[in-house]
């Protein structure tokens, strides 16, 4: 894999706002020159602190941002080379599109005849070629969104900032927004950090999405990683549906650990644990398994409780010993027996075998005195 | 039919509801109105009562060069009341709305109590506040910068002054709403795109808070045409706007029809003000209309 370039480099940085607790906590983020990284994260975890941070809006507590190398910190907006597309727009209502566009052009003094010639090739590349004239009260939701995009590209940054950018349009302008921003990255290989809590936003549209709950950094990965291996509990039941077993870790034999939890045992493929230690086990419902025998290395059983059909896929609940409800996904045709028990099983390597550092190491226990 | 009748059944409670209103608009407002209209055609009697003899000469007379040097006096004063209380009054706004905005409520009431006080009586303040045995003239003699006490008052300067004092916050109360309106990420956006302070503030706060300017210029403007007791108080009576002039006539000068030429001149400077200012694109609500 050929050696990427960090463009943006966020390095131990907290942010506390006045009477406020830590925001942003002990933040270590590298974004790589020309991609797409998403910030995920649900609301107030301080997604657009650390976003108005990299922009200049927001002092940084402790720690150190650079772009390109340097030291922003104490460089104010208008000297840093990163643009931010707001979430509310923020477009100047006393001016036309064009002189909208045109702003950080005029602000550079740069001479009229370039000045046209690049607002308008702008305009094209958002597609608005003829809305120069309008104002932006004669404007659609999704049309002012474009000119906030041509306006922050403009400058031609290293960076585009994007807070929540399709948040306020409706679901099917928010899709066809979505292929068009990220089309227009592509296109322009400019380096993107977007804001969103929407997950499958993130998913659909990211090279890499960096997590966060709650001011800390949880996982950064491509959307496969991410859904694949999630490094945290939070990020396990966060992206995606899941199943999470809390347990401690029975025995290990090269890569296969066995996890004890309340209702029985339980395998799944990990490096890195020690017998005794306290473990969550992601299982994603489509890759859950069942058998009317006990199959090796895997003790739960389970009673249906529920089926459902969505389409073509059959989605079932069943019930452990200990009342904790298990979700799978089947395709349609491959009911589970409504009567009698089964055993639940997976492949090793569809269960993920995560750490429990926070407070579910108490859940955990709980587990194990009862088992 | 039956709409006839509705219509007949919905007549009494308007009429009800819109009534008193108009009566009292009709009295309060059109009816005197109309009669000093009426007055600007009268004369004169010798005994000074008012006669009825369809004449134009209280029209005339307005173009006199004194009324017409008053005239421009007046306007003067209000100019430069008006850019004072611009200049003065934005940083204030400015201040309330963005920047102390945790003690917002105090700052703002700090503006509006002064209004709960009868104007005339924080003029006759100003007075002996400056008069020639005044607290400023004891202080300064005191400290013995200067030795005689100074003459402060009556001047076009002190007229300003008192008319600045009077009516800042008529020109401080819709720039304040005008800021306060503003959102921040416009300056962000303005800074984002490589703005330093002063052309964000030429460029995007200037013209989305001219609107407040307007209409705080027009709410200082014309009242200064008419406050002849600042003038009278503070000039001495030796430079008046054109409320003294029509105060004059109807007091002293006993001389009606002419004030009454003189207050439809004022109306017609208002109105005609009022016009630009809605031609303009002005606000009407922040007027108070
Ligand atoms: N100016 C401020 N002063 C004090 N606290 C603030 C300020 N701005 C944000 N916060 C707090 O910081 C936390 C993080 O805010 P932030 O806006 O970064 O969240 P976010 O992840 O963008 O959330 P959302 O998805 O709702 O936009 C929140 O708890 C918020 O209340
Ligand atoms: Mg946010």
Not at chain 1, 27 to 48: I, P, R
Not at chain 2, 142 to 155: Q, R, V, Y
Request: aromatic share 10%; net charge neutral; glycine share 8%.
């Amino acid at each position: 894999m050929e050696e990427k370039k960090i463009i943006v480099e966020i390095k131990n940085v907290n942010k506390v706002y006045q009477g406020t607790n830590a925001v942003v906590k002990d933040l270590n983020l590298n974004v790589y020159e020309g991609e797409f990284l998403t910030l995920l994260g649900s609301s107030g975890c301080g997604k657009t602190t650390t976003l108005r941070m990299i922009a200049g809006f927001e002092d940084i507590t402790s720690g150190t941002i650079l772009v390109e190398g340097e030291n922003i910190e104490d460089k104010e907006p208008f000297e840093r080379n990163v643009n931010t597309v707001f979430q509310t727009y923020a477009l100047f209502p006393h001016m036309t599109v064009f002189d909208n566009v045109a702003y950080g052009l005029k602000i550079k003094k740069k001479p009229k005849g370039e000045i046209k010639t690049k607002v308008m090739e702008m305009l094209e590349l958002v597609q608005l070629g003829g809305f120069e004239k309008r104002y932006p009260s004669q404007l659609s939701g999704g049309q002012k969104q474009r000119v906030a995009i041509a306006r922050a590209l403009i400058n031609q940054p290293r960076v585009l900032l994007l807070d929540e950018p399709l948040g306020a349009l409706d679901l099917k302008l928010r899709k066809q927004m979505q292929l068009e921003l990220k089309r227009l990255q592509r296109k322009l290989k400019i380096t993107f950090i977007y804001v969103t809590h929407d997950q499958e936003e993130a998913l659909s549209m990211s090279d890499r999405i960096a997590i966060m709950n709650d001011g800390i950094l949880q996982q950064v990965g491509t959307p496969v990683e991410i859904y694949e291996q999630p490094a945290t509990r939070f990020v396990a039941s966060f992206i995606g549906e899941t199943n999470l077993f809390d347990g401690a870790v029975s025995s290990v034999d090269g890569d296969k650990v066995s996890v004890s939890i309340e209702s029985g045992v339980i395998t799944g493929k990990g490096t890195d644990f020690k017998v005794g230690e306290m473990v969550a086990v992601s299982v994603r419902p489509e890759r859950i398994k069942y058998s009317v025998r006990p199959v090796e290395g895997f003790t739960v059983p389970a009673a249906v409780k529920e089926q459902v059909y969505v389409g073509s896929v059959l989605k079932t609940i069943v019930v452990l010993p200990n009342g904790n409800e298990i979700r799978i996904e089947r395709l349609a045709g491959e009911e589970l027996p409504a009567e009698g028990m089964v055993y639940l099983y997976w492949k090793d390597e569809d269960a993920k075998i995560i750490h429990s550092f926070d407070n579910n190491i108490f859940a955990a226990i709980d587990n194990i005195q009862l088992a | 039919m039956k709409k006839k009748k509705n219509f007949r059944g919905n007549t009494l409670p308007a009429l009800v509801m819109v009534g008193p209103v108009t009566l009292w608009l009709l009295l309060l407002v059109a009816v005197p109105l109309i009669y000093v209209v009426f007055m600007t055609f009268c004369s004169l009697d010798a005994n000074y009562n008012l006669v009825f003899t369809f004449t134009l000469d209280n029209y005339k007379r307005l173009f006199d060069a004194n009324y017409v040097q008053i005239y421009a006096q007046s306007l003067l004063i209000a100019f430069s009341t008006t850019l004072i209380c611009i200049i003065a009054g934005y940083p204030f706004a400015f201040l309330i709305a963005r920047v102390f905005t945790k003690k917002k409520a105090i700052l703002y009431m700090l503006v509006i109590i002064p209004f709960w006080t009868n104007s005339l009586i924080r003029i006759y303040g100003w007075r002996t506040f400056l008069g020639s045995s005044g607290w400023l003239n004891n202080m300064l003699t005191k400290l013995h910068i200067i030795s005689e006490p100074a003459e402060f008052l009556f001047n076009r300067g002190t007229i300003i002054l008192g008319m600045v004092y009077c009516l800042i916050p008529y020109m401080i109360l819709p720039l304040y709403t005008a800021v306060e309106k503003l959102d921040k990420s416009m300056i962000e956006a303005s800074k984002d795109l490589g703005a330093k302070g002063p052309a964000t503030f030429l460029k995007v706060i200037l013209p989305m808070t001219a609107s407040g300017i307007f209409s705080g210029s027009i709410m200082v403007f014309i009242p200064c045409l008419g406050y002849f007791f600042v003038a009278d108080i503070l000039g001495g009576g030796k430079s008046d706007v054109i409320g003294n002039l029509i105060e004059r006539q109807f007091q002293s000068g006993n001389n009606w029809p002419l004030g009454a030429a003189l207050s439809v001149i004022l109306i017609a400077i208002t109105l005609l003000l009022v016009k630009i200012y809605q031609i303009c694109g002005g606000d009407m609500e922040n007027l108070g209309v």
